[in-house]
């Protein structure tokens, strides 16, 4: 529909249709209690063998826990399958698949946890680095989807143990296959989204680099540059070791960007992709010296 009538038409008929529909009214999302103070301190005090971690985190009722298993690139056999479900009755019974391509048990007992944890090591899997930067997500790629223009997991698979994203478990990093951001790319610290690229005169299977969405913000990445297929872990390496430079004391990346201004690290990302020439099926790339403008918030963006 978007190619047919335009996309200025579309947006504009998106937004007569948004505002028709807030005039029907309706009951609107139920709230959420949030927990006292009290209540923390009531589930804390319930302590697992091992303790609480990442992959491991208390619920509200007291002496249960949630436990993620930590799916590298969201893949799994049929071998990987059949045990997660033997396991599901040390929980809720149910198998809860989660945003970050891994697999979550609810309502397990405490004292239930280490006998958790030695089924899936005894099967390669575990709950560390569960939603973690080293717990890369990917699209499935242009192996499986007819979309895809590059091998998304590929790449995905060795960015895993990269170690600018050991260092910094924080970061999100995420790798759709082409612009149709089935791994969100526009919402990770780093996004790559799959494209053709010219460097050096020549043709090849590349990525658009997206930085600094901020969630919390309401901010989706921006369009910084690009990068071919085989320089993308000397691009992530570079682009996080410039973070690590600049941020200060607990500063995340979209907030360096923000301070700093994405222009500079458009200008580095020029510089670590040198010999790049914008090709004819791309966005339009920036002018020179000029930044991006950065992303406006996601309700904004519906009104």
Known sequence: MTERIGAEMFRAAFDDALVRARRRGGAGPGGVEVPAPADFARVLAVVPPGGWAGGVRPQRQQGRAMVTVNVPLGDLDSDDM??????????????????????MFRDVLVHDIPRLRRALLAHGLCAEGADGATDVRACTGSAVCSLGITAAPSVGARLLSHPALARNTGLRLHVS???NSCAQHHAADIGLSGAKVRIGGR??????VW????LGWGRLGVLAGRVAEEDVEDTVGSL?????ALRTAGESMAGTISRIGIEAFCAHLESVASGFEAGGDEPDRLPAGSAPAVSPPLEAALV
């Open 211 to 214: 930085l600094g969405a901020d």
């Open 203 to 208: 043709v090849r299977l590349g990525y658009h």
């Open 240 to 244: 996080v070791g410039c973070w690590e």
């Open 82 to 103: 059949r045990l997660l479900a033997s396991l599901a009755p040390m929980g809720s019974g149910r198998l809860h698949l989660t945003r970050n391509q891994n697999a």
């Open 177 to 179: 296959g082409c612009p």
